[in-house]
């Protein structure tokens, strides 16, 4: 499994960004977990948004729930984060990853990070 995010940058309180995660290497029967963490300086990686690649469930923590909406492109195999009304405590690097069997698992297939910055 192969995943490249990308989609990150800097953009102002309150104001909105997508990343974009191209996912490839998966088997056809291959049923998993895709999921958005992010890490920022000093503090633990934390999960942001997850969903099931056959039952479409969604999970969010309530730090971004209501903010943060996970959503996928099956034909294009890409997994899109769309983050609204941002805020300075969303900076961090952002991360897509895998888990088999579906989100509440270990996930053992990382992209690299896409840094975002919320500031004015």
């Known amino acids: 499994v192969q995943l490249q995010a990308s989609g990150g940058g800097l953009v102002q309180p309150g104001g909105s960004l997508r990343l974009a995660c191209a996912a490839s290497?998966?088997?056809?029967?291959?049923?998993?977990?895709i999921g958005w963490f992010r890490q920022a300086p000093g503090k633990e990686r934390e999960g942001v948004a997850c969903v099931g690649s056959s039952d479409g469930i969604k999970y969010y923590p309530d730090s971004v729930k209501g903010r943060f909406t996970i959503g996928r492109d099956n034909a294009k195999n890409t997994v899109y984060l769309q983050m609204n009304s941002l805020k300075p405590e969303d900076t961090a690097v952002y991360y897509c990853?895998?888990?088999?069997?579906?989100?509440?698992?270990?996930?053992?297939?990382w992209g690299q990070g896409t840094q975002v910055t919320v500031s004015s």
């Open positions: 990853a895998v888990a088999d069997y579906g989100c509440r698992n270990v996930y053992d297939y």
């Open positions: 290497g998966f088997r056809p029967d291959y049923y998993y977990g």
